[in-house]
């Protein structure tokens, strides 16, 4: 087999080792434009769990590598002239030049035939290769010429950064903080070896231009930041090697593999430099399209398809917890205000990988100084108003699909009242219509009879008599989205014919294809609907409700006046974001008037319609603002469902930073919601002040008792089980397992016990 490698990185050139130990009668050829010791950067870091995969993938390199690697553990943040400590990690790193040299040798030694300062022939001449392999980096020539086919997208993204070597080495991975008075700087320093460290020095565009940095030469800005720098370095000099301004770009491709060409590395995917993953992640590629071809011999289609989807799913990860790191280094400006610790643990935890529980683990005293309330920070109560939650926990409001002519049945009270038993701080009802033809379905519950009130009061009272929970009420109108079917009946689908009702829109754009078209609103449907509203809060308000929650968000009728996509009106409701707020903050307003001043009122948004041109995270922040100007005490910020065209990049608490921002950039606090489902997520979000309130709806479907739960496992007995169910709540030894086996046991001895003969 002939295999043409472009790009001797450490990528191609351990690709090239991996290949000829495994397959020695193949012939590969790397061809690299440098000369061997001609290399751009400094150190790279690796993590210990990188490290294991190497070891077995060819234990001569891996021996090599780490006899040379300089190690460390503390994290230090350096910001205000103090210096916080983060210890337990345990990273490694060696110097991007050692690290080459030591694969070139091994890949010479097993016979690869590696051609520095060669430029690669065109992909075009290397396709009669058996396999073509791109291992070219960021700016690959391989991808270029064969964009129709991989389909990259290069994300440019706002930082300004400059890769450099400090001649020192620093005792642990440093973050230094420095302000300037057009924004902040920070530099990411690490060791790599007995005498030197990387440093790199990343800043908002913004900043950089303002800063002038982009009218100096390169040696100009090394001055600058050293200067800049010079406490932190106290003496040290930062040296720069082919060193440039540059922003980084991530890189993604819709595929890997064409044919007989392959791309990896960097070439086909990028991990901004935050998480230090890139020189891993382009190693372990290597590693997985190697095995591939032990696997599928010479079958290069089966290897190269195995390959992707082998390391795809897992470049992805990366990337998102990458792409969380580098967002949070973009707006760092909002955090700079943060105390000292919470700072610390905003900056450690910014990828949202790493977790309130893994710093426990790795440093419980750094935990313990940021949060040195014996509650976990789920547990700390949170007053609104005259409102105290007992915990930082909403159960999300969730439509049942299972009122009748709008009055919550017993399945309501079944239901909601179990959340109310579980021990979440909030339980939010799902949302309540304010009229028939402002419900979704015809299962939808509603606040417009007599009969909905005495209902909705029973379920409260519930609630209240036996629950320690607070009771919020959502309610809104369906909008465009309204005259739909049962959940389970299809979702967002019309009614079969005949049973339709008329819908109402700010404006005569349907929500779907299959959807009505809605009836635009004129003036007097305004009021009509503003009157409905207010008529629902003053009922919430009899019900006993301690919350009112204004749905403005998924598209429904508030949603739509928002979002440009839905409103298209020329009147003074429909065209800047001051116009289309204009109807949402009326009803707001009236409602407020009559919600009581000693209680409190939220408003859920979409903070983005996913789709270019919709409402986006910038309107979302100036939103708020007026929301908060007009008596809305905490904004849920939820996401999407505006538009049948949108494009959600769903994970791991994805919804999270559109919270964070409004709470930082406005200064009001904020429900995060959206793929939260550990109370660990929801300890790293509450103490890194990301938000204030954690609303959870799936994880309560799953477990009504899901915070009495999550108080068992993190040993806080402090939280309230109803009597009747004090017997099933002892703590368990450890994990749920042990509970579960414990109260098998238990079940078990009694019944032993009452089989025994009485006598
Ligand atoms: C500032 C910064 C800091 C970083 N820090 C870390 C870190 O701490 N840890 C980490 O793991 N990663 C880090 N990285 C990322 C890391 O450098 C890359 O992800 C890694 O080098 C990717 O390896 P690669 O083999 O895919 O590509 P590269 O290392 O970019 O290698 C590509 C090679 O292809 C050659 N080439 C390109 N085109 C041609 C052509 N037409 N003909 C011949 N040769 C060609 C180039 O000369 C180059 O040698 C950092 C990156 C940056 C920018
Ligand atoms: C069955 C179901 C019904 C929902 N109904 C509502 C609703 O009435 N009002 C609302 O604002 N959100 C509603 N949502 C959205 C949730 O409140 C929440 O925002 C979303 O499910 C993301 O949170 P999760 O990842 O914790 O499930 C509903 C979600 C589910 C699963």
Redesign the pocket.
Known sequence: MRIAV????????YLSILLRKIRPDCEVTV????APTD???F????SDETLTVFEHADPETYSQIVERFTRWSDIDIHYRGEKTTSGGHGFS?IG?REL?RILQERALSLGADVRFS???PAVSELRGADLVVG????????RTAMARDFVPSLDRRACR?I?LGADVAFDAFKFFIAETEHGVVQAHA?PYDSGMS?F?VEMHERTWKRLGLGEMSVDEGVAWSQRLFSDVLDGARLIGNNSRW?N?VTVRNRRWCVDNVVL????AH??H?SI????????E?AVALAWAFRSFGDDVRAATMAYESERRPIVESTQRAAQASLEWFESIGRYIEQPRLQFAFNLLTRSRRVTYDNLRLRDPEFVRAVHPDARPPMFTPLRLRGLELANRVVVSPMDMYSAIDGTPGDFHLVHLGARALGGAGLVMTEMICVSDIGRITPGCAGMYRPEHVEAWRRIVAFAHAHGGSAMGAQIGHSGRKGSTRLMWEGMDEPLPSGENWEVIAPSAVRYGSRNQVPRAMTRADMDVVRDQFVSAARDSLEAGFDLLELHMAHGYLLSSFLSPLANLREDEYGGSLESRARFPLEVLDACRAVWPAEKPLSVRISATDWVPGGFDPDQAVAFARMLAAHGCDIVDVSSGQVSRMEKPAFGRSYQTPFADRIRHEVGMPVIAVGAISSYDDVNTIVAAGRADLCALARPHLYDPNWTLHAAAEQDFDLVRWVPQYQAGSRKPPAGRDRVRAELERTFEEILLASSEPQV
């Not at 472009?6 to 050139?13: F, I, R």
């Not at 150190?43 to 690796?46: E, L, Q, S, T, W």
């Not at 990896?264 to 070439?267: E, R």
């Open positions: 472009v790009g001797g990185g450490p990528g191609g050139l061809f690299d434009r440098r290399t751009f950067g150190g790279v870091v690796f790193a991007r080459l060669t430029e690669a291992a070219d980096g960021a700016s690959s020539a391989v950064y890769w690490y990387t790199i540059i980084f990896l590395g960097d070439a990028t991990a430099f230090g993953s890139g020189t891993k992640l382009a190693m590629d």
